[in-house]
């Protein structure tokens, strides 16, 4: 996203200029003395509610009021998967506060699992579009748009498409229903549809899957045709972890992606995960990575951001741990701001107690923008400071 336009409004100078102050330079570059919002620094959007004034503003300046006009800034929302297994199954449904958050400070969600194939189609022929539903209901009502997660993975499938002994004509059939029913039932509220989700393993070669075993690398065209019949409006991306930057895993999509706009297959975006940990330097060259994908004409987008780390016995981060974990959640928006189709970022998750990491990364966590207390981390402060600074045209 190129630099933000100016217009005239009241301003959120002063939470701004506090959160400046309270940003340390963390020795990654970033200078707080030149992330100052100018006082020309509008709201970007009327809040859902219509109950935040100025005033409010100043105290709080949630991440979509400060956010450059058009971009999103987006969460997903937790339920479902590793959820099963905790205490809390659903806080989209029984934390009140959680729920208030997602409206408050996002304006793009993404369903974490109920769009996954084992919540949505559970059994071969039925659907269950309950959960999914009342997300996209929730958007609606909150004015934020919704991204579709997923059409096509070798994750999360339901036993029955598994283990079924399908024939390829059969299991080719069976997608073909499963996208024009999901992406149909959602025509015109999905802006963006994660439609093939990691599909190359990390030695950038072609995943093992249900899809890929029978169907060989057409299933991806295929699912991209099929989307586009069902919803002609919804953006299509392809999705991936560890290709933030340019290396074999992200130049094998780049590849892919230029063949399969040279066979004129519908494909309009490329989203880059952006899971990392503090354990791990920061990959290198993430705006040129999006720039080469724009220049094919995609749009982009970052679509899952968190950035885990080694927990101390205490369990609780250090001072240094949440620096370095606001740098990298800052330099990966500072890619997607400066790439002017990069319109979307999403964080996989903004509170550490629903967090997919501890029980995916045993030992790590602390992964999001908040603690398990709704509290602000540095990395909060830094995407705040980032959004109001391109607002503002100061970049
Ligand atoms: C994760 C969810 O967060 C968990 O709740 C679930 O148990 C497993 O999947 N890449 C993806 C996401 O594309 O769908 C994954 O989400 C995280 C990695």
Known sequence: ??????????????????????????????????????????????????????????????????????????????????????????????????????????????????LKWEMVHPEQGEYDFERADEIVAYAQDHDQVVRGHTLVWHSQNPGWLEAGDFTSEELREILRDHIHTVVGRYKGQIQQWDVANEIFDDNATWRDSVWYDALGPDYVADALRWAHEADPDAQLFLNDYNVEGINAKSTAWYELIQDLLADDVPVHGFGIQGHLSIEFAFPGNVQANLERFDALGLETAITEVDVRMVLPDDGVPTEQQLQRQASDFGRLLEACLAVEGCDSFTVWGFADQYSWVPVFFPGEGAANLMDEDFTRKPAYDELQRLLAEQRSGAS
């Open 1 to 114: 996203m190129r630099a933000g336009r100016t217009s005239s409004a009241i301003g959120v100078v002063l939470a701004l200029s506090l959160l400046a102050a309270a940003c340390g330079d963390d020795g990654n570059g970033v200078d707080p003395e030149e992330s100052v919002a100018s006082p020309e620094t509008p709201p970007t959007e009327t809040p859902p509610d219509g109950e935040e004034g100025p005033d409010v503003l100043e105290e709080a300046a949630p991440l979509r009021q400060v956010a450059p006009e058009g971009f999103k800034i987006g969460t997903a929302v937790a339920g479902g998967g590793h959820h099963e297994n905790q205490p809390v199954p659903d806080p989209f449904n029984t934390d009140e506060e959680y729920r208030e958050l997602v409206g408050q400070e996002f304006n793009s969600v993404t369903p974490e699992n109920h």
